[in-house]
């Protein structure tokens, strides 16, 4: 794991800004500077208590462990431990995110209240613009994965009747049948007839790929402004840095979800921090916990070669499906279903009571977008009218 060059609030934004800069910023730059690091540091911490904490971990192997029907050999329970995409990773992702967008909302307001009309001069009025943009997107995407919840609920209680009805002989066992032939056929487990019904189920997702492809357009060289040019105040650049920063972990949040959860192709990885924000201490962070899920859906995606593809990477979904195929691969071979239905019955559990906190989490944080929209707006309009008027032509 890379450790964070910079864990402190003070220095962590500094090698952007040439030691005569800074030494040149006046008091009121400083504040922001100072502000800025908060906001550096406390992603940096929080992405690194996401790749370091025990609990995440054990999140997200506690549901791949409770899929098989046999003991466990130990280069299973390795390649389960190595899930990342769970509900209390999302959660924790989340809560990072609020975390860092009240950060950014204070910086902003202590720039712009200094300087009400930096806000629509270049280059920070097109930077705003942009970030208005993706918040727009990633409403629709919080939208997208707030119906996927309630498929994945149904799923869960098809599995539940399933695990019940497993517990007793038929005809029990034959009202498990149907209960799991649902849940197979609704997530796509394999079922090589369900092809047209995911599709179906999943269109509403279908764009998303196409949002977050939007979202990351330009973001590569969006960060292009943030190194101090001649002509420009610290504040500009200090704003362009924060605006570059929540962009970046919003899509990042928003493409952690999306892969979690149903949506119908697989979705491109973003794009990694740019080379100017490569020196922030929450670079390394982001790009390893990304390449942790790029590899995680490559390895589900090779086992499910010849196969409909999985309902999605969550942690939890998978242990869904693979409990509800074992399950069904013993009352078809007239197996023993007392250990399948303990471990449908495990895997329905760990899927209820992660699904309530991560929803209400999403809830959250599409507030807090719309809210931060419509204080961008509002900003972008008061600065608008205070920006000095262009002197006429002679």
Not at 93 to 122: G, Q
Not at 188 to 217: E, P
Not at 238 to 258: D, K, P
Not at 377 to 386: K, N, T
Request: net charge positive; aromatic share 4%; with cysteine.
């Amino acid at each position: 794991m890379p450790t964070t060059a910079a864990n402190s609030a003070g220095g962590s934004s500094v090698p952007f800004f040439r030691r005569n800069q800074v030494a040149s910023l006046v008091p009121s730059s400083r504040d922001e500077l100072h502000h800025l690091d908060i906001l550096h540091s406390r992603l940096a911490d929080s992405l690194q208590l996401l790749l370091l904490s025990p609990a995440t971990a054990a999140g997200c192997s506690k549901a791949p462990a409770a899929t098989g029907g046999s003991p466990k050999s130990p280069s299973a329970d390795a390649a389960n431990t190595a899930f990342i995409l769970s509900l209390p990773f999302l959660v924790k992702l989340l809560d990072a995110f609020l975390a860092c967008e009240a950060d950014f909302e204070s910086l902003l307001l202590l720039v712009l209240y200094r300087s009400p009309s930096l806000i629509s001069r270049p280059p920070v009025d097109r930077a705003v613009s942009d970030l208005l943009d993706r918040v727009i997107k990633a409403l629709d995407l919080c939208n997208a994965v707030s119906l996927s919840v309630n498929s994945v609920r149904h799923w869960n209680r098809n599995a539940d009747t399933a695990a019940s009805a497993l517990q007793y002989q038929a005809p029990q066992l034959n009202r498990a049948k149907r209960a799991l032939s649902k849940l197979l056929l609704s997530a796509g487990a394999g079922l090589g007839s369900s092809s047209s019904l995911i599709c179906r189920r999943t269109c509403r997702l279908c764009s998303a790929t196409r949002q977050l492809q939007a979202m990351a357009s330009g973001l590569a060289g969006f960060t292009g402004h943030a190194a101090p040019r001649g002509g420009e105040s610290g504040s500009t650049s200090i704003l362009a840095l924060a605006l570059s920063t929540i962009s970046y972990l919003m899509l990042f949040a928003m493409w952690a979800m999306v892969s979690a959860f149903p949506c119908g192709r697989p979705v491109q990885a973003p794009p990694a921090p740019a080379a100017s924000t490569r020196q922030m201490p929450w670079a390394a962070a982001l790009a390893e916990l990304q390449e942790s899920i790029v590899e995680q859906l490559r390895r589900e995606r090779r086992k499910e070669l010849g196969v409909v593809p999985s309902a999605g990477m969550l942690a939890e979904i998978v242990a869904l499906e693979r409990s509800g195929r074992e399950a069904m691969e013993a009352v078809s071979n007239g197996g023993e279903t007392k250990v399948a239905a303990e471990e449908l019955a495990e895997a329905c559990r760990a899927m209820e009571d992660g699904l309530g906190p991560f929803e209400t989490k999403v809830r959250e944080v599409f507030h807090r977008l719309v809210r931060c929209r419509e204080g961008l707006l509002r900003c972008f309009s008061e600065g608008s009218r205070s920006s000095p008027s262009p002197t006429p032509p002679l």
